[in-house]
C-alpha cells in the first residue's frame, strides 16, 4: 500500500511536505507497575527514560539521523510519524545501483495508448497521465535482483506452489490423453502422434525437476509532467495478476522526499519499495533494502510506537534518512560508491548524526579516501558520526572500521544489561551486573589508539521489513549498539537545541566521554568499553555549561618513535608495545598536537592559544612534561615509556591534557600508551611438574620445551589472555584445552597476531566450542616467528555456570629457505630446491606439494574515462565524480571456478584510495554471470569467451588516467589440484625416481628436498607457456594426530614451460619433394591463391550495414566472382552474408539461391566417396586433399542447412500431399551429411521441423542438449526463442512465462549499470 493512504485513521496529509497528527492518536499511557519487558529495547541504563520523563519535549525532535545500512522499509511498525506527528523518514536512498533501472530508451505510444517495452511487449498506458512531451522512458528489472535472497526465495517457493497446481492439472490432462489411446472406441493414431502424445507426458514430468524460476520481469516506464516533475510506473502484473498489477492501473511514484510514496510489489511478498529518477529520466532508482538489517538498526535510533512506548526508540522524536549502503547484488556487502554517495546525501540533507552499523578489519587505521571524506563531514559540516565497534572480540585489537580505527567517529562497543539478558535473550537466570559482549571488538588499533570511544547496550527488540512476516525481532551486536548511542545522542542534542546550544562534534564527543559511567579503570575494560556507558541526562547536563573556544576544537595528536629502536613510519595516534624486544627496553615518542580549523576559520586560528596541564594516572612507566603552550600551528614534545619494570600482561595510561583556563570543559586530547608484555616460552625454565607462579587466575607451568601450560577458572562472562613470545623459529602450535564443569559450556577460543600493513583477520585463528565435563579441544593454527601471540579464552557471557579449563599450548617448527629466498619452481628448469631445518626440537616431516589455481594475466581490451552527472555523484565544493570504465576479454578452452582479481586495489574499502570498484562478469551475450568488488568471489563459467567489466570512480580525472592499463589476474580453481612431486635427492627429482616419503628431523638437523616439475597431461589447457599455478608445499605433521599435515604452509608458484615441439613429440613432418624446393609454376599458383584468399578476407571484412554499403559489397563480390567462378571460399561468404542480415527472411529466393550456387559447385559424389573411406589416405598430397574435402563437406552442409532454413521460412506449414514439400526434401539431404539429431548447431533446424509436423514436446526435447553445450552459446537465443513458441503452441502458459524470462535474462540489449 501507498504511505500516503496506510495511516488514514491517525494522520492527515496538509501538503506534499509535511504530516500532523489527526485527532485518533492515542493518549500517553499512565504510569503503571513495571513492564518485564521494557529492557527489550534498553533505555534505562542510559538514562534515556528518566531524561524523557523530565523532559519528554527533548525526544530527538529537530534532529535528523541518517541511517547508512541495508535501507530502511518504509512501512515498518513504529517508522511512520514522530511523537509531533512529523513523518519519521525523510528521505529513502539507495546509493549503491543496485536497484538503478537503465530506462534511457525512448518511445512513443501509439493512438491507444500502448507503447513497446524494452522487452517487446506491448504495455498500455494511462490516458490520465501527463506527459507533455509525448516521449516514454522505458527499461525492465528482474525482481530477484532488486530484493534480498531470503525474500527472493520465498517468493519463489511461493510461486512454485502455484506452478505445481497449474503442473498437476496439466501432467492429469496429458496423462488422460495417452492413457485414452488403450480405451475401446478411441480412433487410431499414427505411431508420430503417439510418441508425441507419450514426449509431453514424459516433459511434463521432468519440469518439475528442472525448472528453473528466473523470477518475474518488471517493465518500468518513466516520464515528466507539465511541471516538470519525474515519474515513474511498474507492470506488476505477473505479481498482482491482471486485475491489479497492469501498467495502466499504477499509481505514479516520484522522488520519495517529494510524496514519501512507498507501495509493495504484491500482498503476498510485502516487500516495500520507493523510488528516486536520475539523469533526466534516463536512470529509475528502486529502493528495496538489501536486508532487514537497516530497519532494525533505525528503530532502535528512533522507532515511535504510540500504543506501546516501552518499545520505542531511544529518541522516538528523532527523523530519519535511509541511505542504503549493502549492495543487494553483493548479499548486502557495503560498497564505495554506496558509501561516498551516503555522504553526499548527508551532507544535502543537512543531517545531525550519521549511524553507520557496518564495518570490517583493516591493514591500515585512520587512513584512505573514506576516513578522509568523513573527517570532512565532522569537521566541516558538524556531522556527529556514529559506528560499531565490530563484533570479533574478545581478543586486543580487534576493531574494526571505520567505527574502531578512525578519530572523527565515535566507535561503540556493545553492552547487556541485565533487564536485556531477561526481557531479550530470555536467560535462565538474571545476571547480577551489567557486562560487556564477549564477541564486541577490542582495542587498541594497531596504531595504539584506543579504538573503542564509548558503549551503549548492544542488544533490542526492534522493528523488522514488513516481508519478514514479523513485527519485530531481537537482534545483537555492535550493530545494535551504535544506533542506541545514536538515539542517545539525538535526545542529547535535541535538548541543547532547543536550549540554544549547538555543540560541535569535537564539544559533543568531549562531553560524552567526561560522562559516560565507567564500571572499572583496568587496562582491559577500557580497550573494551572506552570511556564506559552512555549517559544521556549526565551528558545533556555537561555540555548545557560554557566552554572555551579549544573545548569545541577538534584536535589532532600523532606520534613518532625517535629513540634508536625506532621503526620505520610514523603518524601513529598512541603508543602501543607488544614484542619482547619493545617492552624490554626504554623508548621515546615525539608527539605533536595540533587543533583542526575550517579553512575559513582565519580568525580563530589567530586566537588560538592554549595553556595546557598535562596528566596521566597509574603511569609509573611513563614520562611526560607536565604543561604545554599550545598554538593554532600546533606543538611537539617528548614522552617517555619504560616498561621494564612491568609485570607480564597487559599495561595501560592515558595523558590527558586539559585548559587549565576551562578545566571542567574535559580533556581536550588524550595520549594512549598501551604495554602488553609477553611472557617468554623457552626451552629452559623449571623441572617437568614444578608449578610457576604467576599474576592472575590459576597457575602456570613451563614443563616442557617450548610449551605454555595453565589451569584457569571461569563463570559466564570471564575472560583469560595470555600474551605468549612465540620463538624463533616456530611454524605453527599445538593447543589442547580439556574441561571440568557441572553443565556444558560455550567458549570463545582466539590466537592473534598482529602483522605490519596487514588485518588481524588474515592471521587470526578463531574458533567457538561447546564442552561438557571432561571434554577436549585439540586445535592447531600456524604463527609467525619473533611476533607475540595473544591466546584468549573466554566462557560466553549467556553461558551460565562456572567452569576450570586445563590450557596447553605447544610450539613447533618446520623452516624452510630456497638459494632464491622465494619458492619458484621454473617449469623450464624442472627443478626446485628446499632446505628443511628443525630448529625448536623433533619432527616428524611428509612433504607434499601441489597446485590449486591457475593465474591468467590479462591487461584492458578497452578503456572509457566520463563524467558521472547525476547528483548523487557529486560531493561537496562542487566535485564531480568520474568513473573509468574498463573491460577485460577472457577465454577459457576449460571451465571452471573463475575469481577476478585486481591485486592493486582488492580488500581495501575504508583505507583504499578509490571512490569505488566495481566489476561485472558477463558472457558473450552480455547476460550476468556474477557481481564483485573488493572481495572478488569465484563465478562458475564453462568454455567460451566472457566479458569482465569494472569501474573505478574518483573526483580526480587524472588519478583514475593512471589506472588505464590495470592489469586483471583471473584466478581458476583446478578441481583437482595438481600434484608435485617432491624428491631428497636431485638425482631422484632429474630421474623421476621415488617420491619423499615420511622423515624424521632431529633438533637443529636439515633436509634437502627437491621439487619436479608436474605430469604435462595434468595442467589445464588453459595453462599456457609463462602462465603461472600457484600452490602450496606443506611439510610438518601434528604431533597431537600423527599424520595430520601442520596448518603453516609454503606459497607454491609454477611457471608453465612452453609447449614440447612436433619434433620431441616424435610427431615431425618432412617436405613433400625431395629437396624441399618448389618450382616457378608452383610460386606462381600459390600468389594466385594467396591474393584470391586477401580478396575473400577482404570482403568478409566490407560492412553492409546500410544499402550504400551493400552495393559496395556486392559490386566488389561481382568483380572477384567474375574472375573465380566456382571458387568455393567465396560462394560460402555470400551465404553466409545473407544468413547474418537482420532481414533475412525477406530475403528468401536469394538466400536459397546462393545455396544451391555452393551446392553446384562441389562434386558431392567425389565427396561422398572420400567420406566414406574407411581407411585414411596416403600420399604427398595427401593432407592438402583432406583440407579440401573437409571444406566442401563444410559448405554442403551450411548450404543445404542455410537453404531449409530458407524455405521453412517461405513455407512454414505443411503442404498437401499432393503438393512437393521443398523444405522437407531440402532437410532429407542435408540428412544425409550429418546427423541433425545429434548435432548441435541444427538443434534450432530439426526442432523446427518436428514442430512444422505437429510434434511439439518432441521438438522442445531437441533442443535441450543443445542448450547444454556452451560451445553453442551464440546459437542459444534462436533455440530459446523457439522453446517459447513451442511452449505457446501447447498451451503451457506458466512454462512459456519461465522460458521467455530466461530468454531476456540471457540476451539483454545493454550490459548492465554498475
Same mark, same amino acid.
Given at each position: 500500500m501507498d504511505s500516503d493512504t496506510g495511516r488514514q485513521a491517525a494522520v492527515v496529509v496538509s501538503d506534499m511536505n509535511e504530516i500532523t497528527l489527526g485527532d485518533q492518536l492515542l493518549e500517553e499511557e499512565r504510569e503503571g507497575p513495571p513492564d518485564p519487558f521494557a529492557g527489550a529495547m534498553p533505555k534505562k541504563d542510559i538514562q534515556a527514560d528518566a531524561f524523557l520523563k523530565e523532559h519528554p519535549e527533548f525526544d530527538g525532535r529537530g534532529i535528523v539521523v541518517a541511517i547508512l545500512d541495508t535501507g530502511i522499509d518504509p512501512g515498518a511498525a513504529a517508522l511512520q510519524t514522530t511523537p509531533n506527528g512529523r513523518p519519521k523518514i525523510i528521505d529513502v536512498l539507495d546509493c549503491t545501483g543496485s536497484g538503478d533501472v537503465d530506462t534511457s530508451t525512448l518511445v512513443t505510444a501509439a493512438a491507444d495508448y500502448t507503447i513497446q517495452g524494452v522487452r517487446g511487449s506491448a504495455l498500455r498506458l494511462n490516458p490520465a497521465w501527463d506527459n507533455p512531451s509525448g516521449k516514454w522512458h522505458v527499461g525492465s528489472k528482474r525482481l530477484f535482483d532488486l530484493v534480498p535472497k531470503g525474500l527472493a526465495d520465498s517468493i519463489r517457493a511461493d510461486r512454485r506452489r502455484v506452478w505445481m497446481q497449474e503442473q498437476r492439472d496439466l501432467l492429469a490432462k496429458a496423462t488422460a490423453e495417452v492413457a485414452k489411446l488403450s480405451t475401446?472406441?478411441?480412433?487410431?493414431?499414427?505411431?508420430? #502422434? %503417439?510418441?508425441?502424445?507419450?514426449?509431453?507426458?514424459?516433459?511434463?514430468?521432468?519440469? =518439475?525437476?528442472?525448472?528453473?524460476?528466473?523470477?518475474?520481469?518488471?517493465?518500468?516506464?518513466? !516520464?515528466?509532467?507539465?511541471?516538470?516533475? !519525474? !515519474?515513474?510506473?511498474?507492470?506488476?502484473?505477473?505479481?498482482?495478476?491482471?486485475?491489479?498489477?497492469?501498467?495502466?492501473?499504477?499509481?505514479?511514484?516520484?522522488?520519495?522526499?517529494? %510524496? %514519501?510514496?512507498?507501495t509493495a510489489f504484491s500482498p503476498s511478498d510485502a516487500c516495500n519499495f520507493a523510488v528516486n529518477i536520475y539523469d533526466g529520466g534516463n536512470i529509475l532508482s528502486i529502493v528495496v533494502d538489501a536486508g532487514s538489517h537497516g530497519t532494525h538498526v533505525a528503530g532502535i535510533t =528512533?522507532?515511535?510506537?504510540?500504543?506501546?512506548?516501552?518499545?520505542?526508540?531511544?529518541?522516538?522524536?528523532?527523523?530519519?534518512?535511509?541511505?542504503k549502503i549493502g549492495d543487494t547484488r553483493l548479499g548486502s556487502m557495503e560498497t564505495a560508491p554506496g558509501l561516498y554517495r551516503a555522504l553526499a546525501a548527508v551532507i544535502q540533507h543537512k543531517a545531525d548524526i550519521i549511524n553507520m552499523s557496518y564495518g570490517e578489519s583493516t591493514a591500515t587505521p585512520n587512513s584512505g579516501r573514506f576516513i578522509e571524506l568523513a573527517e570532512e563531514v565532522v569537521h566541516e559540516h558538524g556531522v556527529v558520526f556514529v559506528s560499531s565497534a565490530g563484533n570479533s572480540g574478545p581478543a586486543l585489537c580487534t576493531v574494526g572500521a571505520p567505527g574502531g580505527t578512525s578519530s572523527a567517529i565515535l566507535g561503540v562497543g556493545a553492552w547487556v544489561a541485565p533487564e536485556m539478558a531477561a526481557a531479550g535473550h530470555a536467560l535462565r537466570e538474571p545476571l547480577r551486573d551489567g557486562q560487556q559482549y564477549n564477541w564486541s571488538s577490542r582495542g587498541p588499533a594497531p596504531d595504539g589508539d584506543v579504538g573503542v570511544a564509548l558503549c551503549a547496550p548492544g542488544g533490542a527488540v526492534a522493528p523488522v521489513p514488513r516481508w519478514t512476516r514479523q513485527r519485530r525481532q531481537l537482534m545483537n551486536g555492535t550493530s545494535m549498539a551504535s544506533p542506541c548511542a545514536a538515539g542517545a545522542i539525538a535526545l542529547v542534542l535535541s535538548g541543547l537545541k532547543a536550549q540554544g546550544v549547538r555543540p560541535s562534534p569535537a564539544r559533543l564527543r568531549r562531553g560524552l566521554e567526561a560522562t559516560c559511567l565507567r564500571t572499572s579503570w583496568d587496562a582491559d575494560s577500557v580497550l573494551s568499553q572506552g570511556a564506559g556507558l552512555i549517559q544521556v541526562a549526565d551528558a545533556h547536563a555537561f555540555l548545557l555549561a560554557p566552554c572555551s573556544p579549544a573545548a569545541s576544537q577538534p584536535w589532532q595528536v600523532t606520534l613518532q618513535r625517535t629513540d634508536a629502536g625506532a621503526a620505520a613510519g610514523g603518524g601513529k595516534r598512541g603508543v602501543f608495545l607488544r614484542t619482547g624486544q619493545e617492552t624490554a627496553v626504554t623508548s621515546t615518542h615525539q608527539v605533536t598536537v595540533k587543533p583542526w580549523f575550517k579553512p575559513e576559520e582565519v580568525a580563530a586560528r589567530l586566537d588560538m592559544e592554549v595553556r595546557a596541564e598535562l596528566s596521566s594516572e597509574r603511569s609509573s612507566f611513563v614520562s611526560h612534561p607536565k604543561?604545554?603552550?599550545?598554538?593554532?600551528?600546533?606543538?611537539?614534545?617528548?614522552?617517555?615509556?619504560?616498561? %621494564?619494570?612491568?609485570?607480564?600482561?597487559?599495561?595501560?595510561?592515558?595523558?590527558?591534557?586539559?585548559?587549565?583556563?576551562?578545566?571542567?570543559?574535559?580533556?581536550?586530547?588524550?595520549? *594512549?600508551?598501551?604495554?602488553?608484555?609477553?611472557?617468554?616460552?623457552?626451552?629452559?625454565?623449571?623441572?617437568?611438574?614444578?608449578?610457576?607462579?604467576?599474576?592472575?587466575?590459576?597457575?602456570? #607451568?613451563?614443563?616442557?620445551?617450548?610449551?605454555?601450560?595453565?589451569?584457569?577458572?571461569?563463570?559466564?562472562?570471564?575472560?583469560?589472555?595470555?600474551?605468549?613470545d612465540v620463538p624463533e623459529g616456530a611454524t605453527w602450535a599445538e593447543l589442547r584445552l580439556t574441561a571440568s564443569m557441572e553443565t556444558p559450556k560455550t567458549l570463545m577460543l582466539r590466537a592473534t597476531q598482529l602483522a605490519p600493513h596487514t588485518r588481524f583477520s588474515d592471521t587470526e585463528w578463531a574458533k567457538s566450542v561447546q564442552l561438557a565435563d571432561g571434554g577436549k579441544v585439540e586445535a592447531a593454527f600456524a604463527v609467525s616467528a619473533g611476533t607475540p601471540l595473544e591466546l584468549t579464552v573466554a566462557q560466553m557471557w549467556n553461558s551460565l555456570g562456572s567452569c576450570v579449563l586445563r590450557l596447553s599450548l605447544t610450539f613447533h617448527g618446520v623452516t624452510a629457505t630456497t638459494p632464491a629466498k622465494g619458492l619458484l619452481l621454473n617449469g623450464a628448469a624442472g627443478i626446485a630446491r628446499l632446505t628443511v631445518r628443525a630448529p625448536l626440537g623433533p619432527e616428524r616431516i611428509q612433504p607434499k606439494a601441489s597446485l590449486t589455481t591457475l593465474c591468467i594475466p590479462l591487461c584492458p581490451t578497452a578503456a572509457e574515462l566520463a563524467p558521472l552527472s547525476a547528483p548523487r555523484d557529486a560531493l561537496p565544493r562542487s566535485r564531480l565524480t568520474h568513473q573509468l570504465t574498463l573491460t577485460y576479454s577472457l577465454t577459457l578452452v576449460?571451465?571452471?571456478?573463475?575469481?577476478?582479481r585486481f591485486p592493486r586495489l582488492n580488500r581495501l574499502v575504508y583505507d583504499g584510495i578509490l571512490d569505488g570498484q566495481m566489476h561485472v562478469v558477463t558472457d558473450a551475450n552480455k547476460k550476468v554471470l556474477g557481481w564483485g568488488d573488493i572481495y572478488p568471489e569465484g563465478i562458475k563459467l564453462g568454455a567460451g569467451t566472457f566479458a569482465i567489466r569494472v569501474a573505478l570512480r574518483h573526483t580526480d580525472a587524472d588519478l583514475l588516467q593512471k589506472f588505464k592499463d590495470l592489469p586483471l589476474v583471473a584466478e581458476r580453481k583446478l578441481d583437482p589440484s595438481i600434484c608435485v612431486p617432491v624428491y631428497t635427492s636431485q638425482a631422484a627429482c632429474v630421474t623421476g625416481g621415488a617420491a619423499a616419503k615420511e622423515l624424521s628431523l632431529v633438533h637443529g638437523s636439515s633436509v634437502a628436498l627437491f621439487l619436479g616439475n608436474p605430469a604435462e597431461d595434468k595442467l589445464p589447457k588453459d595453462a599456457t607457456a609463462g602462465r603461472i599455478l600457484s600452490g602450496s608445499v606443506s611439510l610438518g605433521t601434528l604431533?597431537?594426530?600423527?599424520?595430520?599435515?601442520?596448518?603453516?604452509?609454503?606459497?607454491?608458484?609454477?611457471?608453465?614451460?612452453? *609447449?614440447?615441439?612436433?619434433?620431441?613429440?616424435?610427431?615431425?613432418?618432412?617436405?613433400?619433394?625431395?629437396?624441399?624446393?618448389?618450382?616457378?609454376?608452383?610460386?606462381? =599458383?600459390?600468389?594466385?591463391?594467396?591474393?584470391?584468399?586477401?580478396?575473400?578476407?577482404?570482403?568478409?571484412?566490407?560492412?553492409?550495414?546500410?544499402?550504400?554499403?551493400?552495393?559496395?559489397?556486392?559490386?566488389? !563480390?561481382?568483380?572477384?566472382?567474375? =574472375?573465380?567462378?566456382?571458387?568455393?571460399?567465396?560462394?560460402? #561468404?555470400?551465404?553466409?552474408?545473407?544468413?547474418?542480415?537482420?532481414?533475412?527472411?525477406?530475403?528468401? #529466393?536469394?538466400?536459397?539461391?546462393?545455396a544451391d550456387a555452393v551446392i553446384a559447385a562441389i562434386d558431392t559424389t567425389k565427396l561422398a566417396v572420400y567420406l566414406a573411406q574407411k581407411s585414411p589416405e596416403t600420399g604427398p598430397d595427401k593432407d592438402s586433399r583432406k583440407k579440401d574435402f573437409e571444406l566442401q563437406r563444410d559448405a554442403i552442409i551450411q548450404a543445404l542447412a542455410s537453404k531449409a532454413s530458407a524455405l521453412l521460412t517461405k513455407y512454414p506449414e505443411v503442404p498437401a500431399e499432393t503438393e512437393t514439400d521443398e523444405f522437407e526434401a531440402a532437410f532429407v539431404e542435408l540428412q544425409k551429411w550429418v546427423d541433425t539429431s545429434a548435432e548441435g548447431t541444427h538443434a534450432n533446424l530439426n526442432a523446427q521441423r518436428l514442430a512444422r509436423k505437429g510434434q511439439l514436446a518432441l521438438a522442445y526435447r531437441a533442443l535441450d542438449k543443445a542448450l547444454a553445450d556452451d560451445k553453442l552459446a551464440s546459437k542459444h537465443k534462436g533455440m530459446l526463442e523457439t522453446r517459447v513458441k513451442l511452449l505457446k503452441q501447447l498451451g503451457w502458459s506458466h512454462w512459456e512465462a519461465a522460458a521467455k524470462a530466461r530468454l531476456e535474462i540471457s540476451f539483454p540489449a545493454t550490459f548492465p549499470l554498475f
Open positions: 475401446q472406441g478411441t480412433p487410431k493414431v499414427t505411431k508420430e #502422434e %503417439r510418441e508425441e502424445l507419450e514426449a509431453r507426458v514424459a516433459l511434463l514430468s521432468e519440469f =518439475a525437476e528442472k525448472a528453473e524460476d528466473q523470477g518475474p520481469v518488471l517493465d518500468a516506464v518513466v !516520464w515528466q509532467d507539465a511541471s516538470s516533475v !519525474w !515519474w515513474a510506473a511498474l507492470d506488476l502484473t505477473e505479481l498482482r495478476g491482471p486485475a491489479r498489477g497492469a501498467l495502466a492501473d499504477f499509481k505514479p511514484m516520484t522522488d520519495f522526499k517529494a %510524496r %514519501r510514496q512507498y =528512533a522507532a515511535y510506537d504510540a500504543a506501546a512506548p516501552h518499545l520505542s526508540g531511544v529518541a522516538p522524536g528523532a527523523q530519519l534518512i535511509s541511505c604543561h604545554l603552550l599550545l598554538y593554532a600551528t600546533g606543538r611537539s614534545f617528548e614522552i617517555q615509556v619504560d616498561p %621494564r619494570s612491568l609485570e607480564p600482561g597487559l599495561h595501560h595510561t592515558e595523558i590527558r591534557g586539559t585548559d587549565t583556563s576551562d578545566p571542567g570543559a574535559g580533556t581536550l586530547f588524550t595520549i *594512549p600508551i598501551t604495554v602488553a608484555v609477553p611472557t617468554p616460552v623457552t626451552a629452559g625454565g623449571s623441572q617437568p611438574g614444578a608449578d610457576v607462579e604467576i599474576e592472575g587466575e590459576g597457575h602456570a #607451568e613451563l614443563q616442557r620445551p617450548h610449551t605454555f601450560d595453565e589451569t584457569l577458572m571461569f563463570a559466564a562472562g570471564i575472560e583469560a589472555r595470555r600474551f605468549l576449460e571451465g571452471g571456478t573463475v575469481t577476478p604431533a597431537s594426530s600423527p599424520g595430520k599435515e601442520s596448518p603453516d604452509t609454503l606459497a607454491l608458484s609454477f611457471v608453465v614451460p612452453p *609447449p614440447k615441439s612436433d619434433v620431441d613429440k616424435g610427431k615431425g613432418t618432412a617436405p613433400e619433394n625431395g629437396n624441399g624446393k618448389k618450382d616457378a609454376a608452383d610460386v606462381d =599458383a600459390d600468389l594466385e591463391k594467396a591474393v584470391l584468399a586477401a580478396q575473400v578476407a577482404f570482403l568478409k571484412d566490407l560492412k553492409d550495414g546500410s544499402e550504400e554499403e551493400r552495393s559496395t559489397y556486392q559490386r566488389l !563480390w561481382d568483380r572477384v566472382f567474375e =574472375a573465380n567462378k566456382g571458387h568455393l571460399p567465396l560462394l560460402t #561468404e555470400r551465404l553466409t552474408r545473407l544468413d547474418a542480415r537482420s532481414d533475412k527472411d525477406s530475403l528468401v #529466393e536469394d538466400r536459397v539461391a546462393a
